[in-house]
């Protein structure tokens, strides 16, 4: 029995992912055998394919971990974590999930003995303080929040005990997702597919940032398909630093909104209001607009082809009518 787990197996991405390794595995995609997928997730997995197990419970919990973790364990996609709005509410909860039960798993994997490939979804909101329009996989991290921070912390943790030898890291620093499907979630940038969905299904939207915001993008499907890439590329063209700043596509809020009047048409546009929201603007503002990504895209890595694009997918499977 070969496993990959996916920590946050039941979220929005987790969910997505399963299904599409499962796709990969029936494919022959991936460069190790695998034939049995675990979802390790407070909530449960509802796949119904026989090769799925899920597993409730808190990540945080080393009997649990001790339970999952094991020497079948091939590949792990660590994606569990209290995002960006909820880590700034609730210090306490968050650094026990994001920090924590990050070290008390990757705990979990070097005692396995596996040294499973493990890819780390970390996040643009590393990024703050002073930065040069294109922002490079080197430049320093400054947080402005806590989820940033977190990351950060987690970033280290995970390329250090992939340095060692106890695992084989992939640490994969996600643009903003938009657009993402369903109700608005707690993080920050939740409007940046709010602005988009909401309109598309008839319903009222406001846009808490200014016009002129830049935005680093990427559309689920294309964040699902880099993932996989992620766990599949051969450690020899990786360096020591497992960090990686996954393509994005650079678009301002402004041009966000202009694609959705394309695609959508005026009277989706009319639905979004501008009205100011500083919790937003503190924590989105800091986040770069645009990356340097010339080594991940050798290493073949993919972005979006364009904004009108993400926003037609979203359209075509949630608001056909349009
Ligand atoms: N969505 C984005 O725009 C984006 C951008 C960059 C990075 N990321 C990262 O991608 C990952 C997945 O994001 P998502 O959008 O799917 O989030 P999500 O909130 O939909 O999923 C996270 C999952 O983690 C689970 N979880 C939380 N605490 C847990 C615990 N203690 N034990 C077990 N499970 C726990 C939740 O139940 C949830 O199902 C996260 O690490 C997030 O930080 C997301």
């Given amino acids: 029995m070969s496993t ?46 026989p090769r799925v197990e899920s597993v409730v419970g808190d990540l945080a919990d080393p009997a649990l971990l001790a339970q999952v973790v094991g020497p079948d364990t091939v ?26 039960a990050t070290t008390r798993l990757l705990e979990a994997a070097r005692r396995s003995g596996s040294a499973p490939r493990f ?21 320093a991290a400054q947080p402005e929040s806590s989820y940033g921070a977190m990351k950060a912390m987690g970033e280290l943790l995970v390329n250090e005990y992939s340095r060692k030898g106890w ?13 993402r499907p369903g109700a608005p ?9 709010g602005i988009i969905r909401e309109p598309l299904l008839g319903l009222t939207s406001n846009c808490p940032v200014p016009l002129d915001t830049q935005m680093w993008l990427s559309s689920p499907r294309t964040v699902i398909e880099n993932l996989l890439h992620a766990v599949a590329i051969d450690p020899a063209l990786l360096g020591a630093w497992r960090v990686m700043n996954v393509p994005g596509i650079s678009v301002s809020v402004g041009e966000m909104l202009a694609a959705l009047e394309r695609v959508g048409g005026a009277d989706a ?51 056909p009518q349009r």
Avoid: K
Avoid at 6 to 15: D, I, P
Avoid at 21 to 36: H, K, Q, S, V
Avoid at 76 to 94: C, K, N, R
Avoid at 126 to 137: A, D, I, S
């Fill in 4 to 49: 990959v787990i996916v920590t946050g197996g039941a979220g929005f991405l987790g969910s997505r992912l399963i299904e599409r390794l499962l796709a990969a595995i029936d494919a022959g995609e991936l460069p190790f055998a695998a034939d049995r997928l675990v979802s390790l997730d407070l909530a449960p997995n509802r796949n119904e394919d």
């Fill in 75 to 100: 590949a792990i996609y660590h994606l569990a974590a209290v995002l960006s709005g909820g880590s700034e509410e609730d210090f306490d909860l968050a650094m026990r999930v994001n920090v924590e």
């Fill in 119 to 139: 890819v780390f979804t970390s996040s643009l909101a590393v990024f703050g303080g002073p930065m040069p329009p294109l922002v490079p996989e080197t430049l």
């Fill in 167 to 179: 695992i084989d890291a992939r640490i994969c620093r996600l643009p903003t997702i938009s657009v």
């Fill in 185 to 193: 979630n707690s993080a920050a940038s939740s409007f940046a597919s």
């Fill in 269 to 319: 546009r009319a639905l979004v209001t501008t009205e100011p929201e500083e919790r937003v603007i503190d924590i989105v503002c800091s986040w770069p607009g645009a990356f340097d990504v010339e080594r991940t895209r050798a290493l073949g890595f993919r972005a979006d082809v364009d904004f009108d694009t993400a926003v037609r997918e979203f359209r075509d499977e949630f608001a």
